[in-house]
């Protein structure tokens, strides 16, 4: 699938065929009771489900954070920013890697409990970027909170990410406000997209959606 955007400020159509998909799967999955990126979910692991289900034709999956050895052979993997903790040392070190490896662009984040995120959710937050050459990030937001997974940005958050990091945020949720970040409108069921931080709330969803 390749996403086509009339950029207003120059006339013509901008193309994103190959944003990559980072899925941070760096977190505990303490109030899961089991690694939530391994878990199995419509048969193939949850980390895999999320990525394969966003990723547009040709776009990149890569995962961010530690996964058992062997668990996901094929896939690139790249290491939580050191020294962080939490989603910023996955996004942080996902914009790192979306510029050395492709140069300046977009990207999208995905948590890897999401449960059958569906990839047309990205479309309006790509839509964001269209005419804009400040905006660093666009999420849903929802029930006066944002909702960050799944969500799109741009490389040109790097250095203003990595300065709040330095001064001491660790919240997903102040660096979505200090950031230059678009809102859109959940209009899905719920506060935001499907997640789910316990095995019975995967149970639940997973029969939602049958």
Same mark, same amino acid.
């Given at each position: 699938?390749?996403?086509?955007?009339?950029?207003?400020?120059?006339?013509?159509?901008?193309?994103?065929?190959?944003?990559?998909?980072?899925?941070?799967?760096?977190?505990?999955?303490?109030?899961?009771?089991?690694?939530?990126?391994?878990?199995?979910?419509?048969?193939?692991?949850?980390?895999?489900?999320?990525?394969?289900?966003?990723?547009?034709?040709?776009?990149?999956?890569?995962?961010? $954070?530690?996964?058992?050895?062997?668990?996901?052979?094929?896939?690139?993997?790249?290491?939580?920013?050191?020294?962080?903790?939490?989603?910023?040392?996955?996004?942080?070190?996902?914009?790192?890697?979306?510029?050395?490896?492709? $140069? !300046?662009?977009?990207?999208?984040?995905?948590?890897?409990?999401? !449960?059958?995120?569906?990839?047309? /959710?990205?479309?309006?937050?790509?839509?964001?970027?269209?005419?804009?050459?400040?905006?660093?990030?666009?999420?849903?937001?929802?029930?006066?909170? /944002?909702?960050?997974?799944?969500? !799109?940005?741009?490389?040109?958050?790097?250095?203003?990410?990595?300065?709040?990091?330095?001064?001491?945020?660790?919240?997903?949720?102040?660096?979505?406000?200090?950031?230059?970040?678009?809102?859109?409108? /959940?209009?899905?069921?719920?506060?935001?997209?499907?997640?789910?931080?316990?095995?019975?709330?995967?149970?639940?969803?997973?029969?939602?959606?049958?």
């Amino acid at each position: 699938m390749v996403i086509q955007l009339l950029d207003e400020c120059v006339g013509k159509l901008i193309h994103y065929p190959q944003i990559p998909v980072y899925v941070l799967v760096g977190g505990a999955s303490q109030r899961f009771g089991a690694d939530k990126a391994t878990t199995l979910v419509d048969g193939e692991p949850w980390a895999l489900h999320v990525g394969r289900r966003l990723a547009t034709e040709g776009g990149e999956i890569v995962l961010a $954070g530690r996964t058992p050895d062997g668990a996901f052979d094929g896939l690139r993997r790249i290491d939580d920013l050191e020294g962080l903790s939490g989603p910023l040392a996955g996004i942080l070190a996902a914009l790192r890697d979306r510029l050395d490896k492709y $140069g !300046v662009g977009l990207l999208a984040f995905a948590s890897c409990d999401l !449960v059958r995120p569906e990839r047309v /959710w990205l479309e309006p937050l790509v839509a964001e970027f269209a005419g804009s050459g400040a905006l660093d990030i666009a999420a849903y937001r929802a029930a006066d909170r /944002w909702q960050p997974f799944p969500s !799109v940005a741009h490389t040109r958050w790097l250095p203003a990410l990595s300065e709040q990091a330095a001064a001491g945020t660790r919240s997903l949720q102040a660096a979505l406000d200090g950031a230059k970040a678009a809102a859109v409108k /959940w209009d899905g069921a719920a506060d935001g997209p499907p997640q789910a931080n316990s095995v019975a709330e995967l149970q639940s969803h997973l029969g939602k959606h049958c």
